[in-house]
């Protein structure tokens, strides 16, 4: 008898804690503040879902979640660190690139 299994455990995010508490890492756009949540799937159905331990960001524009960790003085809520952006594609990058790593162009 052969048998397949398909699943696996995945992140997601849950209740909004904070609207607008943020700036996205990627694009800058606007980042919830959000629950998180970790979710079994078996044959990529929904089977269990568990609070995840701490809170993250979610953008509205790219839908990245980033940790909530990532947030400045480390309170919830606090602005993500912006840095200096790209000239041509507005993300956010090392003060110390000469050139964007995500679309090439010099900074």
Do not use: H, I, N
Not at 18 to 38: F, I, N, P, Q, S
């Amino acid at each position: 008898m052969l048998f397949f299994f398909v699943g696996g455990v995945e992140q997601g995010a849950g209740r909004v804690l904070m609207e607008a508490a943020g700036r996205c890492l990627r694009c800058g756009g606007a980042a919830d503040l959000v629950e998180t949540e970790k979710v079994l799937k078996l044959f990529f159905v929904p089977a269990w879902r568990w609070k995840g331990k701490d809170p993250a960001y979610l953008c509205r524009e790219c839908g990245l979640l980033a940790p909530g960790s990532l947030g400045v003085g480390g309170e919830p809520g606090a602005l993500l660190p912006r840095g200096e952006r790209c000239g041509a594609c507005s993300r956010a990058v090392d003060p110390q690139f000469r050139f964007c790593p995500f679309c090439g162009s010099a900074l």
